[in-house]
C-alpha cells in the first residue's frame, strides 16, 4: 500500500499540544478518508494526555524496540488466552517483581502478606501447600539427582479415601492418623508403628500379606523380640519359635562361629570351639568332656604342693552392682604363679583377668589323691611300726 506524506508546521515547534494534534490530525484524517492511504508518522512527541483508540502495532520488525519511560497505569492483558508468551527462551526477562503471582490459577500461587506459597491449589494455609493437578491424583514432592537412579519423592494421599498417609518412594508409606504413626510398604510386607502410649513396634511380612509383629520397644525401654509385647520385668524378651531346632538368641563372633546361643530344648550353648560346648539345664552346667574331642592329653603331676601355697579369700566387689556381701574365692594374680592354665588372659593388654573355677576340680582331684597317696604311704608305715612295737612287748 502506498504512503502518503503530510508536512504540518506546530506552533511550538516538535511538540504539539493537544488542540494542535486535533487540527492537524483532522487535515490527516481528511486526505485518508478515501481509505487506500496508510498513515506513517517518523518522529513524533506528543505532551499531556494522548489516547489511541482501535487496533495498534508497534514496530514492523523485530529490531524495532519500544522504552518505557512512563510507569504503566492500568492492567496489562492479552488478548487471547493462554496464546502469547512474555519473553522467548531465546530472549528472557531478567527479574520479575511481584506481590503475587498465580500462574494458571492453581499451578503456583503465591501470598506475599502471609508468606505463602501453593503449587498445585490455590488454597494456601501454610508457608507451603501441595495440591493434586488433573494427571496426577497424589501430590507429590520428587527430589532429582543427576543419575535418576537415585531420585527420592514424598507424596500425600487424599485423606478421605487414605487417611493421613505420606508415601516415602514408590514402595514405603507413613500413616500419622491419630496419636500413631505407621511406616509400612506399599505391600504390607513390613512396618514400624509408634503408638500414642510410647511403644513402637516393628513388623514383618512376604507376598503382601498382613504383617506380623517381629520386635516392641515399650514405654519403659524394655525390648521383645519374637513376643507380642515385651515382658515389663526384663530388658530384653527374647522368645523362640515352636520348632526345637530353632535358636531363639544366638551370637556368633566376626567368623560366624557361634559363641553364645539358646535352643527351644531349654538349654543354653557356650561353644567354646576346640575345648568343647558347655550347656545349662535345670541349673546344672555341663561342659563336653568326650575324648574324642581332646588331644596332647598328659597326666597332672605334683598338685598337692601348688594347692598348699594356694590363698583362699573373701572378698567384696568394687563394683556395687554386683552386690555389697562377702564372697569367698580366689584373685587370678595369687593363682597364676602355680596354675597359670587357671587363669583366663584379657583379650587386650591391661584388660582383666578371670579364674577358671570350674577347672579347679581337676587340681583339686589330683591333690587329694596326692593326699591320699601319702596318708596310705604314712597308714602303711604305722601299721609295720605297731607291729614291731607288738613283737617287742611279746618278748
Not at 546361643?261 to 568343647?276: A, E, F, K, V
Request: net charge negative; glycine share 8%.
Amino acid at each position: 500500500m502506498a504512503y502518503m506524506t503530510v508536512t504540518n508546521t506546530l506552533v511550538n515547534g516538535n511538540t504539539a499540544d493537544a488542540g494542535e494534534l486535533n487540527t492537524n490530525f483532522s487535515d490527516v484524517i481528511a486526505a485518508t478518508s478515501d481509505g487506500t492511504k496508510d498513515m506513517n508518522i517518523n518522529a513524533l512527541t506528543c505532551a499531556g494526555a494522548v489516547a489511541f483508540n482501535g487496533n495498534m502495532t508497534l514496530g514492523n520488525a523485530t529490531s524495532d524496540t519500544v522504552t518505557f519511560t512512563a510507569r504503566v497505569a492500568s492492567s496489562v492483558l492479552p488478548s487471547a488466552d493462554d496464546t502469547y508468551d512474555l519473553g522467548s527462551a531465546a530472549l528472557q526477562w531478567r527479574q520479575l517483581y511481584a506481590d503475587d503471582i498465580t500462574v494458571n490459577a492453581t499451578t503456583l500461587v503465591t501470598d506475599a502478606a502471609n508468606g505463602r506459597v501453593g503449587i498445585g491449589t490455590a488454597t494456601l494455609e501454610s508457608p507451603l501447600t501441595l495440591g493434586e493437578n488433573s494427571s496426577d491424583t497424589i501430590p507429590t514432592v520428587r527430589f532429582q539427582s543427576d543419575n535418576t537412579s537415585y531420585d527420592a519423592t514424598i507424596s500425600t494421599y487424599d485423606q478421605a479415601t487414605y487417611g493421613n498417609y505420606i508415601g516415602l518412594g514408590a514402595n514405603a508409606i507413613l500413616d500419622t492418623s491419630g496419636n500413631i504413626v505407621n511406616l509400612t510398604s506399599a505391600s504390607n510386607s513390613a512396618l514400624v508403628s509408634a503408638q500414642g502410649v510410647g511403644r513402637i513396634k516393628f513388623y514383618t511380612g512376604t507376598g503382601g500379606s498382613n504383617p506380623s509383629e517381629r520386635m516392641s520397644i515399650d514405654e519403659n525401654g524394655n525390648v521383645g523380640i519374637g513376643a507380642a509385647s515385651p515382658n515389663s520385668t526384663y530388658r530384653l524378651y527374647v522368645k523362640g519359635t515352636s520348632g526345637a531346632s530353632d535358636y531363639p538368641f544366638l551370637v556368633v563372633d566376626e567368623s560366624s562361629n557361634f559363641v553364645f546361643y539358646t535352643r527351644n530344648n531349654g538349654l543354653c550353648y557356650m561353644p567354646q570351639y576346640s575345648d568343647g560346648t558347655m550347656s545349662i539345664s535345670s541349673g546344672a552346667i555341663t561342659t563336653s568332656s568326650d575324648e574324642r574331642l581332646k588331644k596332647d592329653i598328659v597326666p597332672l603331676y605334683e598338685s598337692l604342693d601348688k594347692v598348699l601355697q594356694l590363698k583362699p579369700v573373701t572378698y567384696k566387689w568394687i563394683d556395687s552392682e554386683k552386690g555389697d556381701y562377702t564372697k569367698i574365692g580366689f584373685t587370678a594374680q595369687s593363682v597364676e604363679p602355680y596354675f597359670p592354665e587357671l587363669v583366663g588372659q584379657p583379650p587386650k593388654e591391661g584388660g582383666m583377668k578371670g579364674f577358671h573355677y570350674a577347672d579347679m576340680v581337676a587340681v583339686l582331684t589330683k591333690a587329694i589323691q596326692e593326699l591320699s597317696a601319702k596318708v596310705d604311704e604314712q597308714q602303711t608305715l604305722i601299721e609295720s611300726l605297731t607291729s614291731r612295737i607288738e613283737a617287742l612287748e611279746a618278748k
